[in-house]
């Protein structure tokens, strides 16, 4: 089923951005009305695993002391991909896909102090999402599906969404919040026209993983 979000009305640029920054969102969406883009589902066996995962939401994981979530990048090993924004310090990193069509953004940040001390990471995720996306956090609700981060020891859930601009071009956020840690990670991505998102966001489910230092017990 393609996953409805009309409700959103961010533009790729300004995602690609505002992603799974550490700071107030600033304005600047282009109000242009979004349309549904596609995403792939995941099937009945893989939501199983990541539901039964112990970084799953329902496990709100607890970290060691000091310690916090990093992603397993697979795309430096992928061909299909170039590095084309290293991290220069700010945890942030981007590729670009050979036919220069998509690009995907990683993050692993600190949460704002207006975001942190929270204790539920579903609700804390739809939080950050809402407030990276500049959407009322019943949008979210309604619109972020739980898909996964697949590429690590252990299938971390996480909250996608996606939508599709007037001029034909998609983008999608896949995003993890761990609120044990005051912690984000995840993944943005943007495609031109005529370019099929879900072949990006299925690409960051399977080569992306979380490292996660959870506490004993």
Not at 42 to 62: C, H, K, V
């Amino acid at each position: 089923m393609p996953h409805r979000a009309a409700g959103l009305a961010a533009s790729a640029a300004l995602i690609a951005v505002l992603a799974l920054t550490a700071c107030s969102p600033s304005a600047g969406a282009d109000g242009g009305a979004a349309t549904a883009a596609p995403t792939p589902g995941a099937t009945a066996g893989e939501d199983a695993a990541a539901s039964d995962s112990p970084l799953s939401f329902a496990a709100n994981p607890r970290f060691e002391d000091g310690k916090r979530p990093q992603i397993a990048d697979g795309l430096m090993a992928d061909s299909r991909w170039t590095l084309t924004s290293p991290d220069d310090g700010t945890g942030s990193w981007g590729y670009t896909s050979t036919d220069g069509a998509c690009t995907i953004t990683l993050s692993q940040k600190i949460l704002p102090d207006s975001m942190v001390g929270q204790t539920d990471d579903l609700e804390a995720t739809r939080a950050y999402l809402a407030a990276v996306l500049q959407e009322d956090q019943q949008v979210i609700e309604d619109r972020a599906e739980v898909n996964e981060f697949a590429g690590g020891d252990d299938p971390t859930e996480a909250l996608l969404v996606s939508a599709g601009g007037q001029d034909g071009s998609a983008w999608f956020v896949l995003l993890r919040v761990f609120s044990s840690a005051d912690a984000a990670v995840g993944v943005s991505g943007q495609c031109a026209a005529g370019t099929d998102v879900r072949t990006a966001i299925a690409t960051a489910e399977g080569k992306l993983g979380i490292v996660a230092p959870l506490a004993a017990g």
